[in-house]
T-cell receptor
Framework: AQTVTQSQPEMSVQEAETVTLSCTYD???????LFWYKQPPSRQMILVIR??????QNATENRFSVNFQKAAKSFSLKISDSQLGDAAMYFC????????????FGTGTRLTIIP | NAGVTQTPKFQVLKTGQSMTLQCAQD?????MYWYRQDPGMGLRLIYY???????DKGEVPNGYNVSRLNKREFSLRLESAAPSQTSVYFC????????????????FGAGSRLTVL
């Protein structure tokens, strides 16, 4: 079974600075998807960014980018120019590209933005 | 578009009572899911339905039943609620596809907070 590990329960960053959230996963599959979801205090789960394992290029979405290291099974999220609205729980998630469609989540990292 | 709609948003039950959480999506997604979220444990899959008429157990199915009523609706039932089922429940949906925009991405409802006394 696949597992997703987020080793940083809490992180903080000064407003306008850059922060990196870590995620590692364990799988024997070669084709899969990886995601970062954000959960603000409103509780709504919001997709931040996604990465297909077959793509070598790291995904980017405005201030959000990932460092995808397939051999190391690592998928970190970098937030540049941090803003107060970035404060939230961030979840890393894994999904197989074949057959089973369920999403497996990590335990989350709570990000605090310091004004 | 309403996306994924869950009801109720809040519910308090007594031990042994039953209830059904309703979920509906209007995006024509084929797959639907129920997750529970507990502090320090992330989201854990209870049940999922890859298509209308099929359901499969996830990581924590005990104490729950599901019904995929049609393509739009996927309900979660607690037959005899227990305090261990106090949690926030999320319904989600997705569609499978290769290279299609939005494919394989889960869209979540707003969550339902359930307290069992």
């Amino acid at each position: 079974a696949q597992t997703v590990t987020q080793s940083q329960p809490e992180m903080s960053v000064q407003e306008a600075e850059t922060v990196t959230l870590s995620c590692t996963y364990d799988t024997s599959e070669s084709d899969y998807y990886l995601f970062w979801y954000k959960q603000p205090p409103s509780r709504q789960m919001i997709l931040v960014i996604r990465q297909e394992a077959y793509k070598q290029q790291n995904a980017t979405e405005n201030r959000f980018s990932v460092n995808f290291q397939k051999a190391a099974k690592s998928f970190s999220l970098k937030i540049s120019d941090s803003q107060l609205g970035d404060a939230a729980m961030y979840f890393c998630a894994y999904r197989s590209a074949v057959g089973n469609e369920k999403l497996t989540f990590g335990t989350g990292t709570r990000l605090t933005i310091i004004p | 578009n309403a996306g994924v709609t869950q009801t109720p948003k809040f519910q308090v039950l007594k031990t042994g009572q039953s209830m059904t959480l309703q979920c509906a999506q209007d995006m024509n997604h084929n797959s639907m899911y129920w997750y529970r979220q507990d502090p320090g444990m992330g989201l854990r899959l209870i049940y999922y339905s890859a298509s209308e008429g099929t359901t499969d157990k996830g990581e924590v199915p005990n104490g729950y039943n599901v019904s995929r009523l049609n393509k739009r609706e996927f309900s979660l039932r607690l037959e005899s609620a227990a305090p261990s089922q106090t949690s926030v429940y999320f319904c989600a949906s997705s569609f499978s596809g290769l290279g299609q925009k939005g494919a394989n991405v889960l869209t979540f409802g707003a969550g339902s907070r359930l307290t069992v006394l």
